[in-house]
């Protein structure tokens, strides 16, 4: 047996239940939870595994928050050492951000050389959307009908696929991204259903200021976008007047495995691109990356400054990832290991008539479950594998419109002699629904 602990039985610790009750007693009842039938404690992380407060240890599948590992040496290094020497904010010059600055823009196409940084990826995308508005001078938004870009108001105006009491805004119009799985797809209706909801938005009045997505389509449940469908989307929407914003909290920092970039490995070129939780290794950080064109007359009309976000001990933490990315050869890590992933996993459901095979790429993968006399959506399923997997020492995740794909999508420090342990958990897993 490879997987972790293997057979172990959670039990809730008393200690685990008392933290609970705080928990709801200072935060209420209804903030999310993993796991919220048994709440996994987390104690103690270290690389690509966390321990729980009974010692035992689980293999993380699932987080890209600490993209480089958990708590790696240089990015606590890098951040302690630059809270030792000075840590002011953006408005004093400080050589951390400039260099970081530097460092990152340089990984981007040439015409995408400018950038702001913010604490969040949420508070980048609505920083986006401002910016878009200002270059457009209109205020429609394009966006999918089942996706998630950040929690401020403006982003709750056009959330499609979390629960939110905000009416989808005036100004919104929603596509279903298509999947070339899907046996009633069409590329031309796809393309269609766009050029329906520019439509409307300028018959409306609010005109198209953009469209945003995640390149992966990751809350969508990673669905096969067919060829020339994000080159149709894009070129209607600038046709039409509106920027491409492109979403890479989830796609970004080398997840697909291929590129840097989700933009890359599908091939296109936004307008803007959002960064966020990956980018600073657990250090709240995010940025909103364009061109010249875009950043500096909105500057010029516009006082925009973040207190916290251009410190040098948040550069440092961001330029830290970076650096160990490129040292430690996490990207070249991440093509063997996803095609390790790939392969395995394919093998064990290949033939089993309640899974359609494995989508996504790189390092984020996902399977999605259906109910095998008909072939609807199957998330209870689906929910049933992500708490086995939990029981054999393996954390992962859920997503879609059903919450019915698996959600696998581990730190980029994720190795070799890792994926071994985790095709095994999902092989117990599998069993257990197969009795």
Not at 115 to 120: I, K, Q, R, V
Request: proline fraction near 6%.
């Amino acid at each position: 047996m490879t997987a972790l602990h293997s057979g172990h039985v959670v039990r809730p610790a008393s200690g685990s239940a008392d933290l609970l009750r705080r928990r709801y007693s200072v935060l209420g009842p209804n903030t999310p939870m993993f796991y919220a039938d048994d709440p996994l404690q987390i104690v103690s992380a270290s690389g690509v595994r966390v321990t729980g407060p009974d010692g035992r240890i689980y293999l993380d599948a699932y987080n890209n928050v600490p993209h480089v590992g958990h708590c790696h040496p240089a990015v606590v290094d890098a951040v302690t050492r630059q809270l030792s020497t000075v840590n002011v904010h953006s408005r004093y010059l400080t050589d951390a951000p400039i260099a970081y600055a530097e460092a990152l823009l340089a990984l981007f196409p040439e015409s995408l050389d400018r950038m702001f940084f913010t604490n969040s990826g949420s508070e980048a995308n609505d920083l986006a959307l401002r910016m878009a508005r200002f270059q457009t001078r209109s205020s429609g938004i394009l966006i999918s009908d089942h996706s998630y870009h950040g929690n401020t108001q403006a982003l709750a105006a056009l959330t499609t696929g979390l629960p939110v009491s905000e009416p989808l805004g005036e100004h919104v119009r929603t596509f279903t991204a298509p999947d070339a799985r899907d046996s009633k797809f069409s590329l031309a209706d796809a393309l269609a259903q766009i050029d329906s909801a520019i439509a409307e938005l300028e018959q409306s009045g609010h005109g198209l200021s953009a469209v945003l997505f995640d390149p992966l389509f990751s809350t969508e449940g990673l669905p096969d976008l067919p060829e020339g469908y994000i080159e149709g989307l894009c070129a209607r929407v600038r046709t039409a007047g509106g920027v491409v914003i492109c979403d890479e909290v989830q796609s970004g920092f080398g997840r697909t495995a291929q590129h840097m970039w989700g933009f890359q490995s599908a091939d296109f070129l936004p307008d803007m691109v959002v960064l966020g939780k990956p980018m600073g290794n657990g250090f709240p950080l995010g940025a909103v990356v364009t061109s010249a064109g875009i950043i500096e007359p909105f500057s010029a009309d516009n006082t925009y400054f973040n207190t916290f976000a251009t410190t040098p001990a948040a550069a440092s933490a961001g330029h830290a990832v970076l650096k160990v990315m490129n040292s430690e050869g996490l990207l070249e890590r991440a093509r063997a290991v996803s095609a390790e992933f790939e392969r395995g996993f394919r093998e064990l459901v290949d033939g089993d008539d309640r899974l359609t095979g494995v989508r996504g790429t790189g390092m984020f993968l996902g399977m999605q479950f259906v109910d095998a006399a008909t072939g609807a959506p199957d998330g209870p399923t689906a929910k049933v594998i992500v708490d086995a997997m939990r029981r054999n020492g393996v954390l992962i995740g859920r997503i879609g419109r059903y919450d019915e794909v698996l959600k696998i999508r581990p730190p980029l420090a994720f190795g070799v002699e890792d994926v071994p342990i985790a095709l095994d958990a999902f092989a117990q897993s599998l069993r257990h629904i197969r009795r």
